[in-house]
């Protein structure tokens, strides 16, 4: 690939999709010895941060499926 005039370059499709590089993913530089490594940023989200809190729920699981689904 190229560098473009004003310092962008296209990563390829098929690493896009292999390793999820969607529109507005943030990547950083890594100088390493060899040159530049690209890496993803993460988005600093917790998976677990993201449920924390249901499993202290009381009833059956059943009953809250009932309920998120507005039945």
Do not use: A
């Not at 004003?6 to 390829?12: E, F, K, S, V």
């Not at 529109?23 to 060899?34: A, G, I, M, Q, R």
């Not at 993803?40 to 499993?55: A, D, M, P, W």
């Not at 699981?61 to 009932?66: F, G, K, M, R, W």
Request: glycine share 10%; hydrophobic share 30%; proline share 4%.
């Amino acid at each position: 690939m190229k560098i473009m005039e004003r310092g962008q370059i296209t990563i390829p499709k098929k690493f896009r999709d292999m390793y999820g590089l969607k529109p507005d993913t943030e990547l950083d530089f890594v100088p390493v010895k060899e040159g530049l490594l690209l890496v993803k940023q993460h988005s600093g989200k917790n998976q677990f941060r993201e449920v924390y809190g249901i499993l202290n729920r009381k009833g059956e699981s059943d009953d809250y499926i009932e309920e998120i689904r507005g039945r």
